[in-house]
Every structure is written in C-alpha cells, then in structure tokens.
C-alpha cells in the first residue's frame, strides 16, 4: 500500500498536475515569461510608434503644412465650399508659434501669433493666406492680399485702385450684385482711400460682394498669418447626383 502512495507524492512535489519532470516544468515557465515580454514589446513598440507619430503629426502641422477646409463663399470662384486646402507654414519663413493656450481638443495647444525665426520672403499681393480672424481669433480666414505694407488702396464704384492704378483681378473675382453701395452707407463697393500700416495686410475675398474682409473689419497683422494656401487636395459638393459629390476636377489643382 505504502509503495503504490510514492509514486503520487513524488507527482506533487514535482509542482506539476500533469506529471511533468521538474527540467519540463521550468522550461515551460521561462516560455511562458518569454512570450509575456515578447507580447509587452510589440505592445510598447505599438504605443511608441503611436506616440512618435503624433508628435510628428502635430510638428508638421505647426511648422510645414496644415490642412484647411473651407466653408464659406467668400473666395468664390477661386475656392469653393467644401474645398480642402493645405496651407505652407514654410512659404515666408521658419515660424515659431507664440501666445500660445492649452486646450481639450485635438490638437491639445492653440497658439495665435508666430514670430519669424528665419525669414524666406514677405507675404505679396495675391497670395491667398489663411489667418486669426482679428474680430474673433478662435476662427481662421482665407483671402486674398491686396494691399502690402505702404500701399495705398482705394475702392471706386466696385473697382479697386492700389496706389492709384486699377487692379487687374477679373481673372479670380467675381461680383454678382449689379448694384452700387454708397460709401456712406457701406464700405462694399466704395472704400478709401486707406495707407497700408507696416506690419499688416489688407485683405478681400474674391466674392467681392460677399466676402466680410479688411474694407468692414481692418487689417491683417503679419504675426497673425498662418501661411500660404497652396493645393487643393480634396473638394467635396455633397449635391446633385451622388457621382457628382466629389469635385474630382479640382484634386490636386494649385491655388493662384
């Protein structure tokens, strides 16, 4: 009796309920340690790749290129609603954000004004440039520089006068109301003359009769530009026929 009962006890102390030898049971458990580690690695190399391509993410976004959509009619028929744009932060220099706030939102920092570490060039007439809104700087603009620092510009009947001479915008405007608005009364389609301060910018959206631009709330400060809108990368409709919600003739197409 006592003999059939010691081959069971030595079962025990092995430490195994399948009656493994002692050598079996420690290779199975540095497998089994492996196998945690190897899972917590790919894991860990998960979250760092994850976090590495936030950060990224969000260094391009601030310093090369960021994407906008535009929801308004304001720069019609040079952008339309539901065109996405990218916008270069790099076309006037390399900016380093300033008065900058935390925020829940992604992303997490909102920073207002940028200060030009090395500069490339000033912004120029024409350039289309995304912006703080200087009324309300939670929001970004789009339009179009008219005025340059030290540029006269004057608004006569519709027709707009940089430094005295009529400028040529028939190619990327449009005016769609036929009648004309006493200066007194609006500035819409008689403004100025104004002198451009240094600094600042003044700006008007393409739509000339419905676009809220520099002729109802002033200038642009340049600390306040966010870059140069450059490429139309994707322009959604959402209207007519479903094959014809996505504008497939403007990807792609660059923002003069």
């Known amino acids: 009796m006592s003999a059939d009962r010691h081959p069971v006890n030595a079962n025990k102390m092995s430490g195994s ?24 690695s790919i894991v860990r190399e998960y979250i760092e790749a994850i ?35 990218l916008v270069s932060k790099l076309s006037y220099g390399l900016q380093w954000p300033s008065d900058c706030k935390l925020q829940w939102n992604i992303p997490p920092i909102n920073c207002y004004t940028s200060r030009t570490l090395i500069e490339f060039s000033k912004p120029r007439r024409g350039d289309v440039i995304v912006f703080r809104f200087p009324e309300d700087e939670e929001k970004d603009f789009i339009k179009r520089i008219i005025g340059i620092p030290g540029d006269t510009v004057q608004i006569r009947n519709k027709v707009v006068f940089v430094n005295g001479h009529p400028l040529d915008d028939q190619a990327f405007t449009q005016r769609i109301d036929p009648n004309i608005i006493d200066g007194s009364i609006n500035p819409r389609d008689n403004f100025g003359p104004v002198t451009v301060p240094e600094g600042s910018y003044f700006v008007m959206g393409d739509n000339r009769d419905q676009s809220l631009d520099s002729r109802f709330w002033g200038y642009v400060r340049e600390e306040k530009i966010r870059g140069k809108a450059f490429r139309i990368y994707w322009s959604w409709s959402g209207q007519g026929h479903w094959t014809e919600w996505v504008r497939w003739e403007r990807l792609g197409q660059a923002i003069r």
């Open 17 to 40: 309920s399948n009656g493994d030898p002692p050598d079996r049971v420690a290779a199975k458990a540095v497998e089994q340690k492996a196998e945690r580690a190897a899972h917590k």
């Open 51 to 85: 976090i590495v391509a936030m950060l990224l993410a969000f260094v391009i976004r601030v310093f090369v290129v960021q994407a906008f959509k535009i929801p308004s009619g304001s720069m019609i028929p040079t952008l339309l609603i539901g065109d996405h744009i």
